[in-house]
């Protein structure tokens, strides 16, 4: 059995993840598989809604907090509170309205900070779909070459098993019929033998280039993951 074919992933079976970072979990021991990746890409979207809806609610309240701060306002003004008072009263009177109209100022204000850290938080979103842009044109990249690198591979793979065997069965028919056929016939199959051999000689070649290639741009594709896992927004 031919075992060459044995590329290293860096691997955290579940039960046994190490630390809280993404790069350090979520890898599996089938080459072919997404299973991190697609996790992060998961994650970013749930992470794109939350931020959606916590954007939206910040919008939503300042609105609440500038209508009440507004009332507030136009309640001092235009509703009367003891104007035919005098001295000790009136000023108590003057003094609460004030307080009611600081009050709706002070809302008024909130409203804009509200505001304004929900404009921050619509342009995270945009700096982070830029980012999860690139990330996923980069993953899909590596992701295709990965995976035609391993058809490439395991197509090589078939053709040196399928060449070891012609080679192995001309060895036999060469060992059958050592003493059975003429010198003609003989040296037929002995040339068909040496065929065989150089067939079974280029496809190994080919198939360890084959892995050597793939180990290399499974190697790149982790390194991207990881990259991936650990980008700064």
Known sequence: VDCRLTVTVNFCAAGTMKGTSFKDNFWS??????????????????????????????????????????????????KPCGQGELNTLKRALDTFKQQVENVGQCHIQLAQILRDEARKMEEFKERQKQQRKKTESVME???????????????????????????????????????????????????KLAQTKVAAEDSDKAYQLNINVLEKIQEDWQNEHVKACVVQI
């Open 29 to 78: 021991f089938d080459i072919n598989s997404t299973a991190g990746y697609d996790t992060i890409i998961q994650r970013l979207n749930e992470g794109r809604k939350s931020c959606k809806e916590y954007e939206d609610f910040l919008k939503e309240r300042a609105a609440i907090e500038e209508r009440y701060g507004k009332d507030l306002v136009n309640l001092v003004k235009k």
């Open 141 to 191: 990249t590596v992701h295709k070459q990965k995976s035609l690198q391993y058809k490439k591979t395991m197509d090589a793979k078939k053709t040196y098993e399928q060449r070891c065997r012609e080679k192995d069965d001309a060895e036999q028919a060469v060992s059958r019929t050592a003493n059975m056929v003429n010198q003609k016939q003989q040296e037929k199959l002995f040339a």
